[in-house]
Every structure is written in C-alpha cells, then in structure tokens.
C-alpha cells in the first residue's frame, strides 16, 4: 500500500506546490479534486478537467515523477441525481469529463457520489440511479476508467435531516451492484463514515473487498456530550467529528490488515477534514504530515 491524501484539504494552494511539498515530505500518491460546479460550493480550483489537454496532462504527469508521486484517484463530489434535471445533466457532463481527464492522466480510478434525488424515497431513488449510472460506467469502462463511489452519507446535503448520498451503507451498495454487475463500478471506501453510523466496516471490507478500488484513511470521533444532550438525529447538532487517522475511535490496525489480508494493495488517502489540524495551511499540512506517520506504522 502507498500513502497519500486527498488535495481538497489544501484549497487555494497551486496544484503544482502540491505536488512539491508531497513528494518532499515523503508521500507516494495523490488523489486530486477536480473543478466543482454545484450552486454555492467554491471552486475546488486543482484541476480544471474542462481545459486539461494532452499537453497539459503531459506535463502534469512529468512533474509527477520528477517527485516521486502517483495520481492515485480524481475525484468529483456532485449530486448525480440531482432532482433539477438541468443540473443533473450539467453534473453529469461534467463528471464525463473527469473520466476524460482520467483516461488522459493514465489515472484508472474516478471517485464519486451517486447523489440523491431530494423529491423521491430512497428505493426509488436506487431505481432512478441504475440506467444513470449504467451509461457512466459504459463511458468510463471505454476509456479503461474504473469508478469507486465514496460511501459519504450526506446528510442534509440537499434537505436538512435527508440522506444525500444514497450509496452509504452494505445494503444499498450490494443492491445496486446486483443491479450493475460490471468490473469498473466498486468502491472509494471510506471507514469513517461507516463507524459513524454505527456499521461494521471490518465486515464491510470483508464483503466488498473486490469492490474496494481505493481507499480513504478518515477518522471518527463521537461526541458523547452532544449525544447525551441532542442525541443522534437532531438537525444542526452533529453528534461527531472527522479527525486525521489515530486521533479518533476506528481500529486502523485492525482495519488495514483486513484490507491487506483481503487483497487489497492501493492507495491510503486521507481525507483531511480534521478541525483540530485545520484553519492555516501551515496546520493542514501538520495533519497530514501526522496521519502519514501513524499509517506508516501499519504499511511495509
């Protein structure tokens, strides 16, 4: 397994300073964010996939080596089944030309929501997501593209108290994979939200294991006084908090050896959403530099 993390944690910082930093530091991949498009979210502003040229992708990759480091994953967080259909398609464009971008980078791994249409239930909202996702992962398998769909739950994503991601736990996942039975549709797995909700993601990774693609090292920390005072339902009172590996409560030993014992061999990306190491990009880069060093513990 190599170690690396996720570029959303340093937004407004020059991909190719990125890229510098990292290989100096000793990290092995990274897993940029792409442009974002959704009303009201920021620009992600790493890698603009709508002007990446060949050229472009070239030089991008070559800086890459010349610092040792992989692009282990592009990543793309829309609502895919977003309920406004101009969006939805606008969305949907744009992920396409992630998968682009990827083919063009060499990179065969796309991350991504499913999304979650605000107006409908949530099995109609699995049945609404099949043909959708049907003709991205035919696109994406045309240009030997695979897509591992982040297990983010999202809630109050779209309507405060609503799943916004409909892809969250091992029941959704096998029925849409019973319904998708293709090689590139698989996982971005993610532990900590799945702890979070109370899942059991050793047994996860057990069941899934050849749907993992790639992985994300993010922590959980459960706030025991908001849930003795709000519980874990109360809109606006968020009963836990994403912290860098080893600094919450998943059984990373444990976990990482599941992975390895269950074939996996990919990338350990940190998503970085850790309030204690965040607010400078001096203290980002301090978090990420300690989430590699407690992963280092567990990987040869």
């Known amino acids: 397994m190599k170690i690396g993390f996720l570029t959303a944690c340093l937004r407004g910082v020059p991909l190719e300073d990125i890229v510098r930093w990292s290989g100096a530091n000793g990290f092995q991949t990274l897993e940029l964010t792409s442009t974002t498009i959704s009303p009201g979210r920021p620009a992600e502003n790493v890698l603009d996939v709508e002007n990446l040229t060949q050229a472009k992708a070239d030089a991008l990759l070559s800086l890459c080596a010349d610092n040792g480091i992989e692009i282990s994953c592009l990543t793309c967080c829309e609502n895919n089944l977003a309920a406004d259909p101009a969006q939805r398609e606008r969305i949907q464009a744009h992920l396409r030309q992630v998968i682009d971008a990827a083919h063009r980078l060499g990179v065969r791994e796309v991350s991504a929501f499913v999304g979650r249409n605000h107006l409908t239930s949530l099995q109609e909202n699995i049945e609404e997501a099949v043909p959708v996702f049907r003709n991205i992962l035919s696109y994406a398998a045309d240009r030997d593209v695979r897509i591992g769909i982040e297990n983010w739950p999202g809630f109050g994503a779209q309507v405060e108290g609503l799943i916004g991601n409909i892809f ?79 600094m919450g409560e998943v059984d990373w030993p444990r976990f990482i050896s599941t992975l390895s014992e269950h074939g996996y061999d990919g990338p350990l990306s940190t998503e970085h959403e850790d309030p204690v190491w965040s607010g400078t990009e001096e203290k980002v880069k301090q978090g990420l530099i300690l989430a590699k060093k407690y992963l280092s513990t567990y990987v040869a």
């Not at 736990?169 to 998708?180: I, K, N, T, Y």
């Not at 532990?191 to 050849?210: C, N, R, T």
């Not at 003795?228 to 912290?243: E, I, L, S, T, W």
Request: proline share 6%; aromatic share 16%.
């Open 168 to 246: 969250m736990s091992p029941v959704v996942w096998e029925q849409m994979f019973d319904a998708l039975p293709v090689d590139n549709f698989g996982l971005n797995f993610d532990p900590s939200h799945l702890y979070m909700m109370g899942i059991d993601y050793i047994q996860a990774v057990k069941d899934f294991s050849e749907r993992i693609f790639h992985v994300h090292t993010k922590d959980t920390e459960i706030l025991d006084d908001v849930v003795a005072r709000a519980g874990m339902f109360m809109p606006r009172q968020r009963f836990f908090r994403y912290r860098i590996p080893g």
